[in-house]
């Protein structure tokens, strides 16, 4: 949230023009860069439209809150009013969408789309945006989630007449979901009267909903079964939503015209895109249309069966990997679903292929081939692999080549990592994934980064988070040898060694040794604790708390970043592969391994001077961290697998 304030004063702060000063200091404190001209255009011209509004019903009294941050993500409804039910006596809120438009028109395709001339691409109808910002209040905000009557939601268009935007309403309305335009004033303000008392402060309702706890996250491994089998589980916002929608509407025409396209999703860490890949393999299974779900991680892949398909084993059945289609007949899938498709490699074939099915075909191309609509989700920074090649130009270019039409959607909100914007950046500056050099932590309400003095002290802060129900799991670079599989009974060889201290790899085989876990579930199942992580097993999964442990592949040198590849054991950089890719890919990994928590991160470095460079950089120390972190509102999330047995 940027600012709160009643009513009164932000028209009166609006009025002297300081409330868009301290719009603006305040974003640049919590996200580190200034905010865009459209968003402080649509501070100074909406934000006194609302707050006129609100004085005019006589809610001076109202509290609005700006920017309200939604718990775990990074989206923002533009303001939440928090306040007294003028009959019920109860807390009352209202969400609120501002647009400026003039005018805008329902998609052709879906009335739960629109266009509108500022944007080349459809947007979500600003009713249904509203209505899925109230479910997602609902299901994340404690002080409502047993309370949904008491969340409102309207789209203000202030600038707009009928005539201009009325096509709209042809999505339902409900309480959650509303419109009214600027020719609808006076409806709008008995709107906002019939929810909101005009004779008691909005203050403590407010106070209320900022201190709610976070209502535990519907997490993707625990509610796939109900997800893929039963109904959809998971609330869709803004572009997750166009995403879904874009390829429900692609699989539509490529049934009644006999035609087949392309769509691209693409975000970074914890954007959604497995949510989305999940809510749309459920749909797509309970209409009957021929989908199957792929990825190229057999530690995603496994789980996926495992958890979705405990009990039908035709569930199972729907989830793939990517060279499961060499063979296969072009368009025998409506849809082919390819969830962490940066994991797309050259070819399907490897060294126990049969010889009658090495096709020399491209992998892309088998993959685009066999549905009439391939979804293709990914993330570009997270190819830690040679030969990984999932990239938006390289799947732009097959269909192109192909004559197909290819559409991208980009996904900007993320809900890893606590929903924090300044955590993901400093993620990336720090590894140089994005250029201007490494920024020192500036604390936020969502996410926590300490520094542990030693593998001990991070294991142990670890085990203390577990110890209150927090899921857990130390990860690491591929810096160290990684022993063979012990026979049952023996005990893991302690591979990654660190002065006194050792611990085993996590296993590498499909069955559990010594109580350690198959690598698949490494990062589901509470097992997995005792062993180190590695990037492949930790890529696709997320944890309350992630240790990291940063090995002697990544130094910090003379004011820059250093790739020793001599440091580095993984087998798959071969002396062929050019150093620059293995810069990139090892940098890669550690962003991979630094975005799994949701929670908190601890980290710590091999280097003596990059441990000091971390030092610099992060204010907090585990041994500082008090006993009860990551229960406060902020961030009292729990994982999928809490590492807790009662």
């Known amino acids: 949230m940027l600012f709160r304030a009643s009513a009164q004063s932000v028209a009166a702060m609006g009025f002297d023009g300081s409330l868009y000063l301290h719009l603006t200091e305040q974003f640049v404190h919590m996200h580190g860069y200034r905010p865009s001209t459209s968003e402080m255009r649509s ?248 989908a199957l779900h792929a990825t190229g991680s057999q530690s995603f892949t496994k789980t996926m069966r495992k958890v979705a398909g405990s009990r039908k084993r035709e569930v199972q059945e729907l989830f793939k990997y990517f060279n499961s289609f060499m063979t296969a007949e072009k368009n025998t899938l409506d849809v082919l679903i390819c969830d962490e498709a940066h994991r797309i490699r050259e070819t399907s074939a490897n060294r126990y292929t049969p010889a009658a099915h090495r096709t020399g075909r491209r992998q892309i ?36 080549a192909k004559g197909l039409d290819c559409h991208v959607v980009p996904l900007e909100s993320q809900f890893r990592c606590g929903g924090s914007d300044a955590y993901l950046r400093w993620v990336v500056r720090l590894l140089g994934l994005e250029p201007g050099g490494p920024l020192v932590w500036e604390p936020d309400d969502r996410m926590w980064l300490l520094v542990a003095d030693s593998p001990q002290e991070m294991e142990a802060f670890l ?45 590498r085989g499909e069955r559990s040794v010594s109580g350690a876990p198959p690598a698949a579930l490494w990062a589901t199942d509470p097992a997995g604790f005792g062993q180190i992580g590695c990037v492949y097993t930790a890529q696709g999964f997320e944890y309350d708390w992630s240790g990291v442990i940063i090995g002697p592949d990544l130094l910090w040198r003379q004011g820059r970043w250093v790739t020793d590849r001599t440091a580095s054991k993984d087998p798959v950089f071969k002396k062929a592969t050019p150093d620059a890719d293995v810069d990139r890919l090892i940098r890669n990994t550690y962003k991979v391994l630094l975005t799994r928590g949701m929670v908190g991160t601890v980290v710590y470095s091999t280097d003596p001077q990059t441990q000091e460079r971390l030092r610099q950089l992060v204010g907090g120390h585990a041994e500082q961290a008090p006993v009860g972190v990551g229960r406060t509102a902020a961030v009292p999330h729990r994982s999928a697998a809490p590492d807790h047995t009662g």
């Open 43 to 290: 501070w100074e011209r909406s934000i006194p439209a609302l707050a006129s509004a609100l004085n005019d019903a006589g809610l001076g009294a109202v509290e609005v809150m700006l920017e309200y941050a939604l718990p775990l993500n990074s989206k923002r409804a533009d303001a939440v009013l928090a306040g007294v039910h003028p009959v019920t006596g109860d807390p009352s809120y209202v969400v609120v969408e501002l647009k400026q438009w003039s005018q805008a028109e329902p998609d052709e395709d879906d009335a739960e789309l629109c266009r509108v001339d500022a944007y080349t691409h459809a947007v979500l109808n600003p009713i249904e945006q509203v209505r899925r910002y109230c479910e997602y209040l609902v299901n994340f905000n404690g002080a409502v989630a047993e309370h949904p009557q008491r969340v409102h939601g309207v789209a203000y268009l202030h600038n707009a007449t009928e005539f201009g935007v009325g096509g709209l309403r042809a999505v339902e309305n409900n309480e959650r979901g509303q419109l009214f335009t600027g020719q609808q004033r006076g409806e709008f303000l008995d709107y906002l009267r019939a929810r909101l008392s005009d004779r008691q402060s909005g203050a403590r309702a407010a106070d209320e909903l900022l201190a709610a706890k976070t209502v535990p996250s519907k997490q993707l491994m625990a509610v796939a079964a109900q997800e893929v089998r039963e109904r959809e589980q998971f609330v869709l916002l803004d572009e997750q939503q166009v995403a879904y929608r874009m390829v429900l509407n692609a699989v539509r025409r490529a049934k009644t015209s006999d035609h087949k396209e392309v769509v691209v999703v693409t975000g970074g860490p914890g954007t959604g895109k497995s949510v989305i890949a999940l809510s749309l393999l459920g749909e797509l299974y309970r209409q009957g249309v021929p």
């Open 365 to 400: 191309d088998e993959l685009i081939d066999v549905a009439r609509v391939p979804v293709f989700l990914l993330d570009e920074h997270q190819v830690v692999r040679p030969g990984e090649m999932g990239t938006v130009e390289e799947i732009k270019a097959a269909a192109a």
């Open 463 to 507: 085990q203390a988070r577990r110890a209150q129900g927090y899921g857990a799991r130390m990860s690491a670079g591929y810096c160290w040898r990684w022993s063979p599989e012990p026979k049952p009974g023996e005990p893991l060889a302690a591979d990654v060694v660190i002065g006194d201290w050792a611990r085993p790899w996590n296993l």
